[in-house]
């Protein structure tokens, strides 16, 4: 099932969710998944994204969904002003990180889901003398500019 | 490894069907509360992996179908 964000029981009954978890068991932050499927109408599903604006911008986005994660970001750091929140998007959508005056999703870190896929390859199918430091530099340094990034890994995906 | 309270632990807590619930399997909502102090006490800091993109389909012990209707959340 997947949540339809213009709704205001969903906006509700989703931001009281986050609100909880800090009221309650005061955590410090989320990491919020699959934020890609909330993006777009289509999910991400089938989709290759080649970092191109029309792909980001159009009538594919899904702009409740872009709202509810704004309103979800603003309630977590007014609720705390150390929180982290930390978002899963493989899209790489930009603004992801922006603060929420600026018009972005207001995130303080993406995930950087391309990294644990590329050790695994390497540790699985590359003898070490094969291995490309070129490429292994583009892709711990290939991020939007200023944008932090979560370098992990080890993925269970 | 998500923690929000699932039916199927296949699913790595991924189907979620409990959205206020600590998953019974990793223990009781005091236990969590006594993680996440244990880790404050010691300088670190929790944070949560949240599905909020989707929720396990279950009709029956899931938030599907909720109100009677499939028109609730989705």
Known sequence: ??????????????????????????????????VTSMLYHHHGIEHDFVAGYDEYFGLQTDLH?????????????????SAITVGEDVSGFCTLCRTIEDGGLGFDYRLGMALPDMW????????FEYWNMGHMAHQLTDRRWKEKVVAYSESHD | ??????????????????YYAVSSRQGTPDDFKYL??????MGIRVIVDIIH????????????KFDGTDQCYE
């Open chain 1, 1 to 34: 099932m997947i949540f339809d964000y213009s709704k205001y029981e969903v906006k509700r009954f989703l931001l009281s969710n986050l609100a909880w978890y800090m009221d309650e068991y005061k955590v410090d932050g989320f990491r919020f998944d699959a």
């Open chain 1, 65 to 81: 969904g872009i709202v509810y994660m704004m309103l979800a970001n603003t309630l977590v750091h007014r609720t705390k002003k």
């Open chain 1, 120 to 127: 695994f390859k390497y540790l699985r199918d590359t003898p």
């Open chain 2, 1 to 18: 490894m998500a923690i929000q309270e699932h039916a199927y632990y296949g699913c790595f807590g991924y189907h979620v069907t409990g």
């Open chain 2, 36 to 41: 996440v102090d244990k880790a404050h006490g």
């Open chain 2, 53 to 64: 993109s989707h929720a396990s389909s279950n009709m029956t012990d899931g938030i599907s």
